[in-house]
């Protein structure tokens, strides 16, 4: 059974940086394509990055790109999120989500993941 397990999360003033994790059970990170979502109450879930390490094919969402970097830790089979530069905006429950088999993902399309985890929040204040 696939578990993914996020934590991290938490408050953070804006400017400030916060690592958030993925810890997978069931499932071996480094091969199929995994991603990072976010989602505010009342607002669609919405793609931050996907990442295909059979290609090394990283897409940062515009929102996001220089300021967050998604990588694993092979040892530890965890997944993480940096995220600098913090932003009210980014105020949001972050998943984290990846197929359980070979083939495209975007983070256009969440349909494309097969396994989330339970989230984690992160709150940015101004």
């Known amino acids: 059974q696939v578990r993914l397990v996020e934590s991290g999360g938490g408050p953070v003033q804006a400017g400030g940086s916060l690592r958030i994790s993925c810890a997978a059970s069931?499932?071996?990170?480094?091969?199929?394509?995994v991603g990072w979502f976010r989602q505010v109450p009342g607002k669609e879930r919405e793609g931050v990055v996907d990442?295909?390490?059979?290609?090394?094919?990283?897409n940062y969402a515009d929102s996001v790109k220089g300021r967050f970097t998604i990588s694993q830790d092979d040892a530890k089979n965890t997944l993480y999120l940096q995220m600098n530069s913090l932003k009210p905006e980014d105020t949001a429950m972050y998943y984290c989500?990846?197929?359980?088999?070979?083939?495209?993902?975007?983070?256009?399309?969440?349909?494309?993941?097969?396994?989330w985890g339970q989230g984690t929040q992160v709150t940015v204040s101004s």
């Open positions: 069931g499932y071996t990170f480094g091969v199929l394509c």
């Open positions: 990442w295909y390490p059979g290609t090394g094919r990283i």
């Open positions: 989500a990846a197929r359980s088999s070979p083939g495209y993902c975007s983070i256009g399309g969440p349909d494309r993941f097969d396994y």
